[in-house]
């Protein structure tokens, strides 16, 4: 086990709701990533906490956003949902926010919009 | 172009067999590279990163080729566990990790 975890593990929502899903990183990370992985795709970098500043982000629309907490665990909150959001959600922790270091992957959130 | 392109496969080969993934980059510019696995519907798991000199890890043997920009993984004496998709990954900036992914290759390894 990587010791990220994150909840829930799925979770089904409505076209035009909005939803949290939350990450706890690895003990003695201080850098968590967040990744969208549509069915047959690899995943997608969305952005990047480092110290709880946004550190970098992907291409993808404001409705989506992030918060990292002094506990360096975090939130990605998506609003106004939309049936394209359907996918896997990645967090991964990683002891920098250095290219090369290594990053340790939560078991994702399932997450369906109908 | 996709800035990470491999073969979607599915590589079909028996236990025993050797294989190999090829993958592609378009940014000359990337820093780090690396080869994850992950098994179906659960989260990627780093295999190994990959080195302009080459490395190996038991049956896994993984290449880098900085000017055709080009990055290989070999298997060898397949298993049947080593049935997963494999992940071409690279980092395109040194300063802070945004792992861009291949769409995957997936291997099945039968009897």
């Known amino acids: 086990e990587t010791g990220v975890t994150q909840s829930p593990t799925h979770l089904i929502k409505t076209r035009g709701q909005q939803v949290t899903l939350r990450c706890s990183s690895q003990?003695?990370?201080?850098?968590v990533s967040w990744y969208q992985q549509a069915l047959g795709q690899g995943p997608q970098f969305i952005f990047q906490?480092?110290?709880?500043?946004?550190?970098g982000r992907g291409n993808f629309p404001p409705r989506f956003s992030g918060l990292q907490f002094p506990n360096y665990s975090s939130e990605l909150n998506v609003n106004a949902l939309e049936l394209d959001d359907s996918a896997l959600y990645l967090c991964?922790?990683?002891?920098?926010?250095?290219?090369?270091?290594?990053?340790?992957f939560g078991q994702g959130t399932r997450l369906t919009v109908v | 172009r996709k800035e990470v392109e491999q073969d979607p496969g599915p590589f079909n080969v028996p236990e025993g067999a050797t294989v190999a993934f090829n993958c592609t980059y378009s940014?000359?510019?990337?820093?780090?590279f690396f080869w994850y696995r992950q098994d179906c519907r659960k989260e990627p798991k780093l295999l190994m990163s990959?080195?302009?000199s080459g490395n190996e890890d038991g049956r896994f043997t993984a290449q880098l080729n900085r000017a055709s920009q080009y990055i290989s993984l070999l298997i060898r004496d397949s298993k049947l566990s080593d049935s997963a998709t494999y992940l071409c990954?690279?980092?395109?900036?040194?300063?802070?990790?945004?792992?861009?992914f291949g769409k995957g290759t997936m291997l099945l390894v039968s009897p």
């Open positions: 991964a922790s990683s002891g920098t926010g250095k290219g090369n270091a290594e990053a340790f």
């Open positions: 003990s003695g990370h201080n850098t």
């Open positions: 906490y480092y110290r709880e500043e946004e550190n």
């Open positions: 940014n000359s510019a990337s820093q780090s």
């Open positions: 990959v080195y302009s």
């Open positions: 990954v690279v980092n395109k900036n040194s300063g802070y990790s945004t792992l861009t």
